[in-house]
């Protein structure tokens, strides 16, 4: 069969009925015929058949296939049980795919596909649009087992593979934010077309009942000077373990100064801020820090003295941020001060990149004291020169008197002025716009009051806070 005929899902359309996958300890003939005098004996029960998983990655719990009950074929949902791509061959059942059948979930399972070409395999999971998952990876154990763990909504999807054949790690990550498609490639150990992709398990769980560690261990792999006091920093978990950081959440960092434990929370970056500032295909699953070290500032100043090789101890990604807030939204007003706009780098290029609903227009207003504190400036302006869609404002402080730009803090009259020019020669009102901020404190809660005073409503606004 050819790499590219899904005979799969042609196969389950058939006259006699769709495709199906067994437990290989299901009497087949038993199954389909049922029972007789002279039918070989009943599979044994689950708890008599359940072995213990051999998965260094898995939760503690031991997740076991459930066997199929007597004359009765269980049609696949895709709420409850995996697609069944698999070849039932009688003269082959090592080769015969095995899939779960889970209990009835509140939350429906994350859909399950598979492609492969010759020299790769990738899995497929179909999670929800606009679900923002945090996706981890843990690496494969000795027999192919790896775990692949989805957390949205409140809740941890555990996906255990078991491939068929060897393949190489580390994998690369791909999620479309707006559909909620998941797509982690892996290299194949031997270039070869596999007769199926080997065996999957998946649970859902209460997000609030799994356990967790507190922190990680990331070392420095790269690092450059943004400005005079400002560094971007990239770390890869020394586990070997990938994760992604969901946007608009934000990590926390920990550090021990003087014998004190310390932490402070920052949001991760684009990589592409390391070359050049632009959607990215893969989902890089290192993190990447944009620092600024504060003369005051312990932790800031714990991370900014950092160099490659050393470790630095990080907690899982945390946040509320909603992305489903913005499904119906195309036009977008971005309010940040100095290191706020971390949060707005991953966010623009998401907006920039939609498909389904495009992103008509977003204005950034930058505020900042000086020119010299403007962070990552070139990477904001190509962007505005490459696309249209996007206008950046900085508006400073304590400018010199060759600055042309707009002058002082944020006001109602800036930032009305700012709505005025973004809805300038557009078919939006006011009404239309989705606003969010990020800055100190003080800046946040300011600009919060000043946008009510405008007009906007809490439905229209998101406040990044630490």
Known sequence: VHA???????????????????????NT?????????????????????????????????????????????????????????????????SKVQQTVEEPAQTVPLPRFDWIQKTDYITVIFYTKAFSNPLVEIRPPSVDNLLGIFMEYDYQVF???IKFLKPIQWPCQVKINYETGKVEVQFKKSESKIWENYGVLKQKCEDASLVAKESKYKYIVLNKIEVNYNTSLLELQRIDETKLTVPIGRHIRVFGNIQGEELSRSYTPVPYSLFTKFKPQTFVTDNICLMVKSYPRGSISKFICNK?????????????????????????????????????????LLFLLDRRMRKCQNVTLLFFNRTEEDILVRNHLDILQNEDTRFKVEHVLSQADSKWKGINGQVSEEILQ?????????????????????????????????????????QDQLHLFLG
């Open 29 to 93: 003939e038993e199954l389909f015929f049922g029972n007789s005098e002279n039918s070989p004996k009943s599979p044994k029960s689950p708890k008599e058949s359940a072995q213990p998983s051999v998965n260094n990655t898995a939760p503690s719990k031991v997740l076991s296939p459930k066997i199929l009950p007597q004359n009765k074929v269980t049609p696949l949902d895709d709420s409850k049980t995996v697609p069944a791509n698999t070849l039932l061959n009688n003269s082959s059942p």
């Open 158 to 160: 555990t996906n255990e």
């Open 307 to 347: 160099k490659k090789g050393d470790v630095v101890d990080i907690s899982q990604p945390i946040g509320s941020f909603n992305l489903n807030s913005i499904d119906n939204r195309e036009t977008f007003l971005l309010l940040a001060a100095g290191t706020g706009i971390t949060p707005m780098l991953g966010l």
């Open 4 to 26: 590219w005929v899904n005979y799969e899902k042609l196969l389950q359309k058939c006259y006699l009925g769709r495709l199906v996958a067994i437990d290989p300890a299901v």
């Open 417 to 457: 002025n700012a709505v005025d020019k973004h809805l300038l020669n557009t078919v939006y009102k006011q009404s239309d716009i989705f606003v969010f901020v990020c800055g100190p404190t003080p800046f946040t809660n300011l600009s919060y009051t000043l946008l009510s005073e405008v007009g906007f409503n």
